[in-house]
């Protein structure tokens, strides 16, 4: 599945509004984005640039289409996206 920049400039927003009322935004991305798989990890667990960097969370694009997951930063090879608190 190929994620739009579209989406994701939709979830940074989410993001950004989300962070003001509650630390886990899983469950409203989940629900918004309900054809998206999320992820949720500590920013300190990953050693990759991240894709885009908001003030409380990085975002990461997950490549799940092989065997092994690996983190990317092509939006048409993306599978899922981690929120990653800093």
């Known amino acids: 599945m190929c994620i739009s920049t579209e ?3 939709e ?5 950004l509004d989300f962070h ?3 630390n886990n935004p899983l469950p409203m991305l989940k629900g918004s984005f309900p054809e998206l798989s999320f ?3 500590s920013d300190s667990d990953i050693d990759e640039a ?3 960097s908001l003030v409380n969370y990085n ?4 490549d799940g289409r092989d065997h092994c997951v690996q983190i990317t930063h092509n939006l048409s ?3 899922a996206v981690v929120i990653a608190h800093k």
Do not use: G, Q, V, W
């Open 7 to 9: 989406t994701m400039n």
């Open 11 to 15: 979830i940074e927003l989410s993001l």
């Open 20 to 22: 003001k009322i509650s």
């Open 39 to 41: 992820l949720r990890m």
């Open 50 to 52: 991240p894709f885009r």
């Open 59 to 62: 975002l990461y694009l997950l």
């Open 77 to 79: 090879d993306a599978t």
